[in-house]
């Protein structure tokens, strides 16, 4: 069956960075694009990234800052994400670009001096 699980959060202070993992399974995961979403208290998920053939798409509160990559060989999906703001702060999730219908628990980033 389709499995997310991410990890790799933390409690980090503004400025700072972390790198997300997620390893994924139960599909043919080469052939996917790949996306990072992330949910805030109190707002809904929104997409944050999306690495696809040839390059990779991000949410304009995050470029720049943040970067998308993957390891097909390990069904894993990465974000990297450097000069971390208050507002980065919430859970964050990985999924297809079109996501499937089961989600991961998430790992949660917080932003915070």
């Known amino acids: 069956q389709v499995q997310f699980v991410e990890s790799g959060g933390g409690l980090v202070q503004p400025g700072g960075s972390l790198r997300l993992s997620c390893a994924a399974s139960?599909?043919?995961?080469?052939?996917?694009?790949m996306s990072w979403y992330r949910q805030a208290p109190g707002k809904e998920r929104e997409l944050v990234a999306t690495?696809?053939?040839?390059?990779?798409d991000y949410a304009e509160a995050v470029k720049g800052r943040f970067a998308i990559t993957r390891d097909n060989a390990k069904n894993t999906v990465f974000l990297q994400m450097n000069s971390l703001k208050p507002e980065d702060t919430a859970v964050y999730y990985c999924?297809?670009?079109?996501?499937?219908?089961?989600w991961g628990q998430g790992t949660q980033v917080t932003v915070s001096s």
């Open positions: 999924n297809t670009r079109y996501p499937k219908p089961v």
């Open positions: 139960g599909f043919t995961f080469s052939i996917y694009y």
């Open positions: 690495i696809r053939s040839g390059g990779a």
